[in-house]
C-alpha cells in the first residue's frame, strides 16, 4: 500500500479537505496539534468547555449570499442558520467625555450576517462525524517535513511529549501560512521568496480578544436596543448580541487594546473594564452578568506568530503559487489565508480546502 496523504492541521480547511477526500473515496491521515478540532472555531458553554450550543470565541458570522461554497457546505451537512440580531437601535460612543447615543438604522443590515444554530462549531461537529475517527490524530503537532529519494517523511510531537514520525505521500497544510513558516522546518528549505511571502501574511483576526457578557435575558432587547455598539471610548470597540439559537442571553465585544498591551494588562482587569463599558452603553443591567468569557487569540501559538501582535487586516488573493517549485509535486497550501475567494474568512477556508484537494488530485498519484 503506498503512503498516506497527510493533512495537518483540523481546524475549517482541514476537515474541509478530509471532508472532500473521503467523499472522492480517497484514504487521508489528520493530524492536529490541539486536543481539539475547530482552530479559530470555538463554540463553548458558559463554563468554556466547547459545546453543541456554545457561544463563539472565535468566528460568528457567514454571509450566505455572497459564499456560495460555504453555504453549500452548510445545507450539504443540514445545519440550521439564523439572522444576526440586528433589531432594534444601535449605541455609538464617540469619546470618553460624552455620553453614549443613541441611533435608529433606517436600512436593513446588507448583506446580512447568519449565524449558526449551536455556533460556528456545529459545523466541525458535523464535518467530524462524517470522517473515520482512526483517520484523526489530536494533540499531534508537526514539526518538520523532510523530503528524500524514498518520498516525505513528518516528523511530530504528540500529546505525551514523545517524537513520531510517519511516512506520507502528500501534504495539505491547512495552517496559516505565517504559523506554519515560523513553526515547521522543511528539508530541503522553502526558497527564501516563498518563506518570505507565507510570513508576510497576516492570519485574519490572529490579532484580536473577544469577550462574552452572558445575562439571564437579553434585557437590551425589551428597551429597544438590538446590542450593537461602536465605542472610539473604549476598551471595546464594537459590541454585539451573542444570544445562542436557544436563548442563551450574551453580549460580546472585540477589544481595541493591542495584543501587547492586553498581555501587560491581564484578563482580569480587561473583563472588569469591559463589563464597566457595557453598563455605560446599555444601562446598569449589565453589572452583573452570571458569567463572562474571554479568548485573546493573539496569545495563542498555535493561531498567531509574534508578528500578529502587531496588528494587521485580511489578507489579499494575489492568484501567485503558494509553494515553491522543490515542494510544489507533494505540498499544497489548504489554509483560509491562501483562498483566492475572502481570505482569511471561513468561506475561505472552504474555497481555500477545495482549491488544494483539487490540485493534488490533478498531481499527486492518489492511493484509493
Ligand atoms: C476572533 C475571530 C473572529 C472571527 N470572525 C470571523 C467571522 O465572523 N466570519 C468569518 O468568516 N471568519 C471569521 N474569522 C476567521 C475564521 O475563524 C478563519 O477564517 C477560519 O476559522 C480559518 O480556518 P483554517 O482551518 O484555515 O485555519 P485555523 O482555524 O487556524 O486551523 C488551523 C489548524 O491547524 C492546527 N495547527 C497549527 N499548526 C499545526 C502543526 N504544526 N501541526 C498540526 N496542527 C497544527 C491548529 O491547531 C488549527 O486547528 C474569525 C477569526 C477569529 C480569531
Not at 511530530?156 to 510517519?166: D, K, L
Not at 493591542?258 to 484578563?267: F, H, M, N
Not at 452570571?290 to 498567531?304: E, I, V
Request: neutral net charge.
Amino acid at each position: 500500500m503506498s503512503d498516506p496523504i497527510l493533512i495537518v492541521g483540523g481546524g475549517l480547511a482541514g476537515l474541509t479537505a478530509a471532508h472532500r477526500l473521503r467523499r472522492a473515496g480517497v484514504a487521508f491521515r489528520l493530524l492536529e496539534a490541539r486536543n481539539r478540532l475547530g482552530g479559530r472555531i470555538l463554540s463553548v458553554d458558559a463554563s468554556g468547555v466547547a459545546a453543541a450550543d456554545g457561544f463563539d470565541l472565535g468566528p460568528s458570522w457567514f454571509w450566505p449570499g455572497t459564499q456560495p461554497a460555504l453555504n453549500a457546505l452548510v445545507c450539504d451537512l443540514g445545519l440550521a442558520a439564523f439572522p444576526q440580531n440586528s433589531a432594534g437601535d444601535i449605541v455609538v460612543h464617540r469619546m470618553s467625555r460624552e455620553a453614549p447615543q443613541r441611533y435608529r438604522l433606517s436600512t436593513q443590515q446588507a448583506p446580512q450576517s447568519m449565524r449558526l444554530a449551536g455556533g460556528s462549531g456545529a459545523l466541525i461537529s458535523a464535518l467530524a462525524a462524517d470522517l473515520p475517527a482512526d483517520s484523526i490524530r489530536l494533540g499531534a503537532r508537526v514539526t518538520h517535513v523532510t523530503r528524500d529519494a524514498q518520498g516525505i517523511e513528518v516528523k511530530f510531537t504528540t500529546a505525551s511529549g514523545s517524537e513520531e514520525t510517519m511516512r506520507v505521500s502528500y501534504v495539505l497544510f491547512a495552517v496559516p501560512p505565517r504559523l506554519l513558516e515560523a513553526t515547521v522546518t522543511f528539508s530541503p528549505a522553502l526558497d527564501a521568496a516563498t518563506a518570505e511571502r507565507w510570513r508576510a501574511t497576516p492570519t485574519w483576526m490572529a490579532p484580536h480578544a473577544k469577550v462574552f457578557a452572558l445575562y439571564e435575558k437579553p434585557f437590551w432587547r425589551e428597551a429597544g436596543l438590538s446590542g450593537t455598539a461602536q465605542s472610539m471610548a473604549g476598551p471595546l470597540v464594537e459590541i454585539h448580541d451573542a444570544t445562542t439559537a436557544s436563548g442563551q442571553a450574551a453580549l460580546f465585544g472585540f477589544f481595541g487594546v493591542p495584543a501587547e498591551q492586553r498581555a501587560a494588562i491581564g484578563e482580569t482587569a480587561l473583563v472588569t473594564a469591559a463589563i464597566q463599558q457595557l453598563v455605560r452603553l446599555f444601562g446598569p443591567q449589565a453589572a452583573s452578568p452570571s458569567g463572562t468569557l474571554f479568548k485573546d487569540w493573539a496569545a495563542d501559538p498555535l493561531t498567531a506568530t509574534p508578528a500578529d501582535r502587531l496588528g494587521g487586516g485580511p489578507p489579499t488573493a494575489t492568484g501567485q503559487a503558494w509553494v515553491s517549485d522543490a515542494w510544489r509535486d507533494c505540498v499544497s497550501l489548504a489554509g483560509s489565508e491562501t483562498a483566492d475567494f475572502e481570505p482569511g474568512y471561513l468561506a475561505g477556508a472552504v474555497d481555500a480546502a477545495e482549491r488544494a484537494v483539487a490540485d493534488m488530485m490533478s498531481r499527486a498519484a492518489v492511493a484509493r
